[in-house]
């Protein structure tokens, strides 16, 4: 079993940034999709859980291309530390709507997938608990 931890959540201003990590043991990430996810705080539905979650990067593992999100495109990165067992996402120019909790996420890539833009659709397997990031002045 796989086990996601997200860290590094906080206030920052408008135009800041900040940086999260995400990280794994039970098992190496090395094969799967992995991506992080956002929703506004307060709007989870206990009986719907993970619906009102958006994709804002997917990163396929094993060619290592990460797809982003328009709305964070230019201004978050993903990347993987030199042990291979935790993730971060780097963000900067924040802004309000940013805010949000943020989950860390992986997936098994299915066959029919071949590129990250296409995983971190419906199949997620493993999620982190979230971690709340508040964008304001």
């Known amino acids: 079993q796989l086990q996601l931890v997200e860290s590094g959540g906080g206030w920052v201003q408008p135009g800041g940034s900040l940086r999260l990590s995400c990280s794994a043991s039970?098992?190496?990430?090395?094969?799967?999709?992995i991506g992080w996810f956002r929703q506004p705080p307060g709007l989870e539905r206990p009986l719907a859980p993970g619906?009102?979650?958006?994709?804002?990067?997917?990163?396929?593992?094993?060619?290592?291309?990460?797809y982003y999100a328009d709305s964070v495109k230019g201004r978050f990165a993903f990347s993987r530390d030199n042990a291979n067992d935790t993730v971060s996402l780097q963000m900067n120019a924040l802004r309000p709507e940013d805010t949000a909790v943020y989950y860390c996420?992986?997936?098994?890539?299915?066959?029919?997938?071949?590129?990250?833009?296409?995983?971190?659709?419906?199949?997620?397997?493993?999620w982190g608990k979230g971690i709340l990031v508040t964008v304001s002045s």
């Open positions: 619906a009102d979650r958006k994709r804002v990067l997917c990163h396929n593992s094993k060619d290592g291309t990460t």
């Open positions: 996420a992986v997936a098994q890539i299915a066959p029919w997938t071949h590129t990250a833009q296409a995983m971190c659709q419906g199949g997620i397997d493993y």
């Open positions: 039970g098992k190496s990430l090395d094969g799967y999709a």
